[in-house]
């Protein structure tokens, strides 16, 4: 079974964008990406620790309406 770990920014990106969203477009203090009718904001740190990965992994399950396994993450 795998475990979550810190995850740079722009892998963050390119897994969302493997699962279906789009951009990141420019917002007022975070870039932003969309899926269908929802946006979803990404920090702008370099790096995303383990319980943020967590937090941001819990708004995209719902989102998408499905779970994220730390598998599933790793292979995107």
């Known amino acids: 079974m795998s475990q979550w770990k810190p995850c740079k920014r722009r892998d963050f990106i390119r897994r969302l ?3 279906g ?7 007022t203090r975070h870039h ?5 009718q929802h946006r979803m904001a ?10 943020q990965v967590r937090f941001m992994i819990r708004e995209i399950e719902e989102i998408i309406g499905r779970v994220i396994t730390a598998g599933e993450w790793h292979e995107l």
């Open 17 to 19: 964008k493997k699962l």
């Open 21 to 27: 969203f789009e951009g990141p477009y420019s917002g």
């Open 32 to 36: 932003f990406m969309v899926y269908e």
């Open 42 to 51: 990404i920090p702008s740190n370099t790096e995303y620790s383990v319980p």
